[in-house]
């Protein structure tokens, strides 16, 4: 039987047939719809695999969207920490946000299919372009704020915020598509299950008899069912996982709050498990001084629609403790019901939080800070203000505002200009701050103004305050007001003025007095001196002896008084010279033998065999001190002895320690008066000065000599029973190759000898009795005399006549000595030796006769013996001159490059120490120069250029080489201004070549000094 049959006009059973027919007809209804049912099927199944893939690709893009802007907001939030903060750490966190943004937009390309659904390819390329975009300003916007550009940061900001909006935009429309497929997607299925439950039922009804089959149609579209729903789980699962892995921390919780889900890093985040915290109020894992705030973020967002919103709380981990998060709040509802849902996302900002909140408080400590600083400066009585780089006020106290009279808001942020209307008083104070700036150190100055018809004197000082990089930030100034100190300094100087002219009185009282006493002195001593040369019988003898005795006491006295008023004005000088201690001693004391003979005491002198022969030092002060203490010793003995002890005691420095003790059996001291003993004037009482006589100046030169020297002096003594002097001077140790001899006594002291013969000698002198004195004294030794009244006459005679040396007074009528001298020197350009002649022994003649051009210098009254070595020093060419005198025949090598004048002047000659000072010059001064040479030729270092040529000088003023010391003097001068350098250049090479001419002179003079050491 085929299909057709069965529509068959032919008898049939009927209840079979309606059966069959039925059964054929249902068959074949069943078929249709079965076909129908299956193309149906096969299409809605297509489609909603079509619209599932569109939802998860969707779904990915939204994810991928998300993520895209979460790891934007992370790297936004970098920035701003940095901005804030100014860690590194944030621009390391920035460039991993960076990376993982790049990342992401190249993620979203895999998305990036044609059209489909209602996704717009478009929208999304403008989302991808504007990330770029954002992401390149953001690298822009770090860039400006790690170089501290303001204004950049501020632009860079505000174009940030506006793609901010774009992106928000985008983010908006991507949700809304999302919403729209989900909606699709559930029509769909809605429309799905409708057809299926028709068809269901008309198969139900059509073919109840076909249960099986209707049930295996049922079952298999139960089990398509649950494949779709396992696949829309998956989805869901696949979202959940997505979530999850991107690192972000979000809660979904209703609109009561309830925490429908969390991702598992809420775990890291609080410590407490995800699964405890669904159905929990979410409230309760806020702490509770920020639930209020929470609340009121969700209303707003319900109220005033607002899509999200941020917030920054603390949350309650599980042990208990706050942690401060940021959230942000996204509102979720759902189409077809009420209900709505609340998005929160949460990162951890603890350790950032914390560190903003301890900058704000230490920004608060520091406001405070800043105001007791400021409180204190303006309690402080001088003015005090701060200036930027430009000068301008930023800071001033009240003080300022007194003295300029203007009030802080018309000082602050201007310049002086506006403060200092007096152009010079500006410019001071601009010149001031310039060179703060320059030289980056403290400047100081004084300044005046008159006010109000009074003089105002301010002492102003400058000074730079840096920054962390060593730059200069601002300037401080402290003006302080000594106007009274100013005015006390000015009297104490019209005081001190007043003062100097009265000493200056005394020392020309003091100077004349020398003069006028010394002149008659001289001429009663002189004569003496050519009496006793004459046959004399012994009573005339007798009685020129004790003129001559009287004389010198008067000469002594004339000379302590003389002696003390050098040593209080500074003007005394020490020689350094080699000595034979027991020599000098002895020959001391020789003279006193007589006096304590006369008195019939012992006087006994005693050396230590550890007393070496030869000291360095000035003999002829010791010989004054030992003379001033064995003489008063014998003064006040009568009976007994004086006992001088002399032995050694190791001193410092290698220095040997000379210590005399002076011993008498004498009258004593009362022991109240031991302590005032060395005090000028002073004597035991007023009997002692009547019976012994005397200054009482003596032991007041005694110390002051003593103590020049470096040493120390002390005294015992008891009343009635004598008195014990101690003193001990440092000295160095000598040797005897140091002594230089010059002319024997015995050369001079007989009277017939001509010690003097053939020399020719012009005397400048207008007082008769002196003429007459020098003319016997060196007429007796063979000398040819010719004796003028002034320095004019001197000249002339030089002009007309041959002379070996010059006798010059210095204070002549017409010409005095020093213009005569000057005038040979200067005019006459005559090399020929003077020596003064003067009675004036207070004001430092000598170094005035030296710089006249002089060659030495004679002290009237004068000892013959002392003025016939310097007239044989100065012109006779035999072996008797001194060292100096045939050095300098060895100096004339080149008399223009090297001058060894100075050194072997005070070099007491001593051929050791000129061969040392020699030899160190030649060792030290070219690294010298080349240092000098080194700070000429490099940045511009004035003050280091100053010092070394200072130092240099120093050597160059001992060892005289030509010009050098004036021009390392030069080269001082110029540095101290900062002026040409180029100058100093030149100056310098003239330098070079001078030393380079005199290192082989001076090499050859060395070794003539070596010679001369060995020879001795």
Same mark, same amino acid.
């Given at each position: 039987?085929?299909?057709?049959?069965?529509?068959?006009?032919?008898?049939?059973?009927?209840?079979?047939?309606?059966?069959?027919?039925?059964?054929?007809?249902?068959?074949?209804?069943?078929?249709?719809?079965?076909?129908?049912?299956?193309?149906?099927?096969?299409?809605?199944?297509?489609?909603?695999?079509?619209?599932?893939?569109?939802?998860?690709?969707?779904?990915?893009?939204?994810?991928?969207?998300?993520?895209?802007?979460?790891?934007?907001?992370?790297?936004?939030?970098?920035?701003?920490?940095?901005?804030?903060?100014?860690?590194?750490?944030?621009?390391?966190?920035?460039?991993?946000?960076?990376?993982?943004?790049?990342?992401?937009?190249?993620?979203?390309?895999?998305?990036?299919?044609?059209?489909?659904?209602?996704?717009?390819?478009?929208?999304?390329?403008?989302?991808?372009?504007?990330?770029?975009?954002?992401?390149?300003?953001?690298?822009?916007?770090?860039?400006?704020?790690?170089?501290?550009?303001?204004?950049?940061?501020?632009?860079?900001?505000?174009?940030?915020?506006?793609?901010?909006?774009?992106?928000?935009?985008?983010?908006?429309?991507?949700?809304?598509?999302?919403?729209?497929?989900?909606?699709?997607?559930?029509?769909?299925?809605?429309?799905?299950?409708?057809?299926?439950?028709?068809?269901?039922?008309?198969?139900?009804?059509?073919?109840?008899?076909?249960?099986?089959?209707?049930?295996?149609?049922?079952?298999?579209?139960?089990?398509?069912?649950?494949?779709?729903?396992?696949?829309?789980?998956?989805?869901?699962?696949?979202?959940?996982?997505?979530?999850?892995?991107?690192?972000?921390?979000?809660?979904?919780?209703?609109?009561?709050?309830?925490?429908?889900?969390?991702?598992?890093?809420?775990?890291?985040?609080?410590?407490?498990?995800?699964?405890?915290?669904?159905?929990?109020?979410?409230?309760?894992?806020?702490?509770?001084?920020?639930?209020?705030?929470?609340?009121?973020?969700?209303?707003?967002?319900?109220?005033?629609?607002?899509?999200?919103?941020?917030?920054?709380?603390?949350?309650?981990?599980?042990?208990?403790?706050?942690?401060?998060?940021?959230?942000?709040?996204?509102?979720?509802?759902?189409?077809?019901?009420?209900?709505?849902?609340?998005?929160?996302?949460?990162?951890?900002?603890?350790?950032?939080?914390?560190?903003?909140?301890?900058?704000?408080?230490?920004?608060?400590?520091?406001?405070?800070?800043?105001?007791?600083?400021?409180?204190?400066?303006?309690?402080?009585?001088?003015?005090?203000?701060?200036?930027?780089?430009?000068?301008?006020?930023?800071?001033?106290?009240?003080?300022?505002?007194?003295?300029?009279?203007?009030?802080?808001?018309?000082?602050?942020?201007?310049?002086?200009?506006?403060?200092?209307?007096?152009?010079?008083?500006?410019?001071?104070? $601009?010149?001031?701050? !310039?060179?703060? =700036?320059?030289?980056?150190? @403290?400047? +100081?100055?004084? &300044?005046?103004? %008159?006010?109000?018809?009074?003089?105002?004197?301010?002492?102003?000082?400058?000074?730079?305050?840096?920054?962390?990089?060593?730059?200069?930030?601002?300037?401080?100034?402290?003006?302080?007001?000594?106007?009274?100190?100013?005015?006390?300094?000015?009297?104490?100087?019209?005081?001190?003025?007043?003062?100097?002219?009265?000493?200056?009185?005394?020392?020309?009282?003091?100077?004349?007095?020398?003069?006028?006493?010394?002149?008659?002195?001289?001429?009663?001593?002189?004569?003496?001196?050519?009496?006793?040369?004459?046959?004399?019988?012994?009573?005339?003898?007798?009685?020129?002896?004790?003129?001559?005795?009287?004389?010198?006491?008067? $000469?002594?006295?004339? !000379?302590?008084? =003389?002696?003390?008023?050098? @040593?209080? +004005?500074?003007? &005394?000088?020490? %020689?350094?010279?080699?000595?034979?201690?027991?020599?000098?001693?002895?020959?001391?004391?020789?003279?006193?033998?007589?006096?304590?003979?006369?008195?019939?005491?012992?006087?006994?002198?005693?050396?230590?065999?550890?007393?070496?022969?030869?000291?360095?030092?000035?003999?002829?002060?010791?010989?004054?001190?030992?003379?001033?203490?064995?003489?008063?010793?014998?003064?006040?003995?009568?009976?007994?002895?004086?006992?001088?002890?002399?032995?050694?005691?190791?001193?410092?420095?290698?220095?040997?320690?000379?210590?005399?003790?002076?011993?008498?059996?004498?009258?004593?001291?009362?022991?109240?008066?031991?302590?005032?003993?060395?005090?000028?004037?002073?004597?035991?009482?007023? =009997?002692?000065?009547?019976?012994?006589?005397?200054?009482?100046?003596?032991?007041?030169?005694?110390?002051?000599?003593?103590?020049?020297?470096?040493?120390?002096?002390?005294?015992?003594?008891?009343?009635?029973?004598?008195?014990?002097?101690?003193?001990?001077?440092?000295?160095?140790?000598?040797?005897?190759?140091?002594?230089?001899?010059?002319?024997?006594?015995?050369?001079?002291?007989?009277?017939?000898?001509?010690?003097?013969?053939?020399?020719?000698?012009?005397?400048?002198?207008?007082?008769?009795?002196?003429?007459?004195?020098?003319?016997?004294?060196?007429?007796?030794?063979?000398?040819?005399?010719?004796?003028?009244?002034?320095?004019?006459?001197?000249?002339?005679?030089?002009?007309?006549?041959?002379?070996?040396?010059?006798?010059?007074?210095?204070?002549?009528?017409?010409?005095?000595?020093?213009?005569?001298?000057?005038?040979?020197?200067?005019?006459?350009?005559?090399?020929?030796?003077?020596?003064?002649?003067?009675?004036?022994?207070?004001?430092?003649?000598?170094?005035?006769?030296?710089?006249?051009?002089?060659?030495?210098?004679?002290?009237?009254?004068?000892?013959?013996?002392?003025?016939?070595?310097?007239?044989?020093?100065?012109?006779?060419?035999?072996?008797?001159?001194?060292?100096?005198?045939?050095?300098?025949?060895?100096?004339?090598?080149?008399?223009?490059?090297?001058?060894?004048?100075?050194?072997?002047?005070?070099?007491?000659?001593?051929?050791?120490?000129?061969?040392?000072?020699?030899?160190?010059?030649?060792?030290?001064?070219?690294?010298?120069?080349?240092?000098?040479?080194?700070?000429?030729?490099?940045?511009?270092?004035?003050?280091?250029?100053?010092?070394?040529?200072?130092?240099?000088?120093?050597?160059?003023?001992?060892?005289?080489?030509?010009?050098?010391?004036?021009?390392?003097?030069?080269?001082?001068?110029?540095?101290?201004?900062?002026?040409?350098?180029?100058?100093?250049?030149?100056?310098?090479?003239?330098?070079?070549?001078?030393?380079?001419?005199?290192?082989?002179?001076?090499?050859?003079?060395?070794?003539?000094?070596?010679?001369?050491?060995?020879?001795?």
């Amino acid at each position: 039987m085929n299909f057709f049959s069965l529509f068959s006009r032919k008898p049939v059973n009927s209840v079979a047939l309606q059966l069959k027919r039925s059964f054929i007809l249902i068959n074949i209804a069943i078929g249709v719809f079965f076909i129908i049912y299956l193309f149906q099927a096969y299409f809605l199944y297509k489609q909603s695999r079509v619209a599932e893939q569109d939802v998860i690709r969707t779904n990915d893009l939204v994810v991928c969207v998300k993520t895209t802007d979460a790891d934007d907001e992370k790297a936004e939030s970098a920035i701003s920490n940095y901005i804030v903060t100014h860690n590194p750490r944030h621009i390391s966190e920035f460039n991993t946000d960076a990376a993982n943004i790049e990342k992401d937009i190249t993620d979203l390309n895999y998305y990036a299919l044609p059209k489909q659904g209602d996704i717009d390819p478009l929208g999304f390329y403008r989302f991808k372009t504007t990330m770029q975009k954002k992401l390149a300003l953001q690298k822009e916007l770090l860039a400006s704020a790690m170089n501290n550009d303001v204004a950049k940061v501020a632009a860079f900001s505000d174009s940030v915020f506006a793609l901010d909006k774009d992106v928000d935009g985008y983010i908006s429309l991507t949700e809304h598509m999302v919403k729209g497929l989900s909606d699709t997607r559930n029509e769909a299925n809605l429309h799905y299950s409708k057809t299926r439950v028709v068809f269901s039922l008309i198969s139900y009804v059509l073919i109840s008899i076909f249960l099986v089959f209707t049930f295996y149609n049922i079952n298999e579209s139960i089990k398509k069912r649950a494949i779709a729903e396992e696949r829309a789980r998956l989805n869901e699962a696949k979202y959940k996982i997505l979530v999850e892995d991107s690192g972000l921390t979000m809660l979904v919780v209703n609109e009561k709050g309830i925490i429908h889900f969390a991702s598992k890093n809420i775990e890291d985040l609080l410590g407490i498990n995800p699964v405890l915290l669904i159905g929990r109020h979410i409230i309760k894992c806020v702490s509770q001084e920020y639930r209020r705030e929470a609340l009121n973020v969700i209303h707003t967002i319900k109220s005033l629609g607002t899509l999200n919103n941020n917030i920054e709380l603390q949350a309650i981990t599980d042990s208990g403790t706050k942690k401060w998060v940021s959230c942000r709040v996204f509102s979720v509802s759902h189409d077809g019901n009420n209900e709505q849902e609340w998005q929160v996302v949460v990162w951890d900002i603890d350790e950032e939080k914390k560190l903003q909140l301890e900058l704000e408080a230490l920004e608060a400590e520091r406001a405070n800070q800043q105001k007791l600083i400021q409180d204190i400066i303006d309690n402080i009585p001088s003015v005090v203000y701060l200036k930027d780089t430009d000068t301008r006020y930023v800071m001033i106290n009240k003080k300022m505002e007194e003295v300029t009279g203007m009030h802080a808001d018309m000082i602050l942020g201007v310049t002086d200009r506006e403060v200092m209307p007096d152009e010079k008083e500006y410019s001071q104070s $601009l010149e001031a701050d !310039n060179k703060v =700036l320059r030289e980056r150190s @403290i400047t +100081s100055f004084e &300044f005046e103004r %008159e006010k109000d018809g009074k003089m105002q004197y301010f002492w102003i000082t400058k000074f730079p305050l840096f920054n962390d990089h060593d730059e200069v930030k601002n300037i401080c100034g402290l003006v302080t007001d000594i106007t009274e100190r100013k005015e006390g300094e000015i009297k104490l100087l019209e005081a001190k003025k007043e003062a100097e002219h009265a000493k200056a009185g005394q020392e020309a009282f003091l100077a004349n007095m020398s003069h006028e006493i010394r002149t008659p002195m001289n001429g009663i001593i002189g004569m003496g001196n050519l009496l006793l040369s004459t046959a004399l019988n012994g009573e005339q003898k007798e009685y020129t002896e004790n003129i001559q005795e009287s004389a010198l006491n008067l $000469l002594a006295i004339i !000379n302590d008084i =003389l002696d003390f008023s050098k @040593i209080r +004005s500074g003007k &005394f000088q020490l %020689e350094r010279t080699a000595f034979k201690i027991r020599h000098v001693i002895s020959k001391a004391i020789y003279p006193l033998t007589i006096k304590a003979h006369d008195k019939l005491i012992a006087l006994n002198l005693d050396f230590d065999e550890n007393v070496p022969e030869v000291l360095i030092g000035d003999p002829l002060r010791l010989q004054q001190i030992i003379i001033n203490l064995a003489g008063n010793a014998i003064k006040f003995t009568s009976v007994g002895s004086v006992d001088i002890k002399v032995s050694s005691l190791p001193a410092e420095n290698a220095n040997i320690g000379l210590h005399v003790d002076v011993k008498d059996s004498g009258i004593g001291i009362a022991e109240n008066k031991l302590e005032y003993i060395f005090e000028s004037f002073t004597q035991d009482n007023e =009997l002692t000065s009547r019976k012994y006589g005397g200054t009482g100046l003596g032991l007041t030169i005694v110390k002051q000599l003593v103590e020049l020297q470096e040493g120390k002096i002390s005294v015992k003594s008891r009343q009635g029973v004598g008195s014990l002097f101690s003193f001990t001077i440092p000295y160095k140790q000598g040797s005897k190759a140091q002594i230089i001899e010059t002319i024997g006594n015995n050369e001079y002291e007989n009277k017939n000898q001509d010690v003097l013969k053939d020399i020719r000698i012009l005397v400048a002198e207008d007082n008769i009795i002196n003429q007459k004195v020098v003319k016997s004294t060196l007429l007796r030794q063979g000398a040819k005399i010719v004796v003028v009244e002034n320095g004019k006459d001197a000249i002339e005679e030089l002009k007309t006549n041959p002379y070996d040396i010059v006798l010059m007074d210095l204070q002549m009528p017409d010409v005095d000595g020093y213009k005569a001298t000057r005038y040979i020197r200067q005019v006459m350009k005559n090399e020929i030796p003077i020596f003064a002649m003067t009675a004036d022994a207070l004001k430092g003649e000598a170094e005035k006769c030296y710089e006249a051009g002089m060659n030495g210098f004679i002290s009237k009254p004068f000892d013959p013996k002392d003025l016939y070595r310097q007239i044989l020093n100065a012109t006779k060419t035999s072996d008797k001159k001194t060292i100096l005198s045939d050095i300098k025949s060895n100096i004339d090598m080149e008399k223009k490059i090297v001058d060894l004048s100075f050194l072997y002047d005070i070099s007491d000659e001593d051929p050791q120490y000129i061969s040392d000072v020699i030899e160190i010059f030649l060792n030290t001064m070219p690294d010298g120069l080349e240092k000098l040479k080194d700070l000429i030729d490099g940045a511009d270092n004035w003050e280091a250029t100053y010092k070394q040529a200072h130092f240099l000088k120093s050597s160059a003023s001992v060892v005289r080489v030509k010009d050098m010391f004036e021009n390392l003097g030069k080269i001082e001068v110029i540095a101290k201004g900062q002026g040409d350098k180029n100058e100093v250049k030149s100056i310098f090479s003239e330098i070079t070549t001078a030393l380079n001419s005199a290192m082989p002179l001076l090499q050859e003079e060395k070794n003539k000094q070596s010679s001369r050491i060995k020879s001795s």
